[in-house]
């Protein structure tokens, strides 16, 4: 829109930014502990996928532990941060109740990582 006018707002942009960013301050620093757990079950709220789509480029998923099944409610590859290579773990929820079901709600299946233990000799 700059270019198209002979009005410079970026410095009314700037202002707003700060303003935007106080408010943001002023209103979470005073939460009640019920309000911050509602924040953090919002159903909008970003997840694992999200960040890694804003964050990071060149990402590849990676699938299954060659030992026991994938567990989709985890979500890993590598990919790079600011031109770095780097590794990416987190878990994914859904969004969905389908997506939800086929990520098992954001929890691991523990199946998998008992098999390849040590046996407990105080069994």
Wanted: glycine share 8%.
């Amino acid at each position: 829109m700059q270019t198209e006018s002979a009005v410079d707002i970026s410095e009314e942009i700037d202002q707003l930014a700060k303003k935007s960013q106080q408010l943001t301050k002023d209103i979470y620093s005073d939460l009640t502990p019920w309000q911050i757990t509602k924040i953090a079950r919002h159903p909008e709220r970003p997840y694992t996928l999200d960040y890694v789509k804003e964050i990071f480029t060149d990402f590849v998923e990676l699938h299954g532990d060659r030992h026991f099944s994938d567990d989709l409610s985890i979500v890993g590859g590598l990919a790079r941060f600011n031109g770095t290579a780097c590794m990416v773990l987190g878990h994914q929820k859904g969004r969905d109740t389908k997506e939800r079901g086929l990520r098992n709600f954001g929890m691991t299946k523990p199946e998998g990582y008992l098999q390849g233990a040590a046996p407990d000799e105080n069994r």
